[in-house]
Nanobody, 115 residues
Framework: QVQLLESGGRLAHAGESLKLSCTSK????????MAWFRQRTGEERDRIAR????????DYHHSVAGRFIISRNDDQNTIDLQMNNLQPDDTAVYYC????????WGQGTQVTVSS
């Protein structure tokens, strides 16, 4: 069974940067197209960034494009999300998972951005 582990979330002020990291137990993430998702309180979970299995291509939700950067390090078995110029609307629980044929969701990591 694959377990996804997200980390790096904390309280931040608007304009700050944070880096989230995702790793796994039970199966390496190498060879999988992976994504970061977020769920604001009372809303559905949305995909916000995706990186292909090769790491060559990425795409982003319009709300984070130009501010967030997704990357992968298969040697370290991590999928990172660099979040710059954070805004209060970025407050959410952040999750990583496969883009399709998803694994069970991890616990996520809470990011709270104050104005």
């Amino acid at each position: 069974q694959v377990q996804l582990l997200e980390s790096g979330g904390r309280l931040a002020h608007a304009g700050e940067s944070l880096k989230l990291s995702c790793t796994s137990k039970g199966r390496k993430l190498e060879g999988l197209t992976m994504a970061w998702f977020r769920q604001r309180t009372g809303e559905e979970r949305d995909r916000i960034a995706r990186v292909t299995f090769s790491g060559r291509y990425t795409d982003y939700h319009h709300s984070v494009a130009g501010r967030f950067i997704i990357s992968r390090n298969d040697d370290q078995n991590t999928i990172d999300l660099q979040m710059n110029n954070l805004q209060p609307d970025d407050t959410a629980v952040y999750y990583c998972n496969r883009d399709q044929q998803m694994f069970d969701w991890g616990q996520g990591t809470q990011v709270t951005v104050s104005s």
